[in-house]
């Protein structure tokens, strides 16, 4: 059974920082894309970040600079290191491979 699990939210200032962690089970990791979803109150669930198994990443334009994906295959695990964060980043944070989902980890930027 694939499972993912993320965790690292919370509530942030902005122009602050976290890191979200994603750890998998139940694939092998390594030879997976891994993607970062997010969904805002009463938005549309969006792609944020995506890194393949080579290593190779990709963002979506509002969080270019900001946002890191990242991953440690010997953990099973992809992160998402969020910097210079603002209040449109509050969203609901999905870890996702094919058609597998997380629960999801709250992200909340306000002063």
């Known amino acids: 059974q694939v499972q993912l699990m993320e965790s690292g939210g919370g509530l942030v200032q902005p122009g602050g920082s976290l890191r979200l962690s994603c750890v998998a089970s139940g694939i092998i990791f390594r030879i997976n894309t891994m993607n970062w979803f997010r969904q805002a109150p009463g938005k549309e669930r969006e792609l944020v970040a995506s890194?393949?198994?080579?290593?190779?990443?990709n963002y979506t334009d509002s969080v270019k600079g900001r946002f890191t994906i990242s991953r440690t295959n010997a953990k099973n695990t992809v992160y998402l290191q969020m910097n210079t964060l603002n209040p449109d980043d509050t969203a609901v944070y999905y870890c996702?491979?094919?058609?597998?989902w997380g629960r999801g980890t709250l992200v909340t930027v306000s002063s």
């Open positions: 996702n491979v094919g058609k597998i």
């Open positions: 890194i393949t198994s080579g290593g190779s990443t």
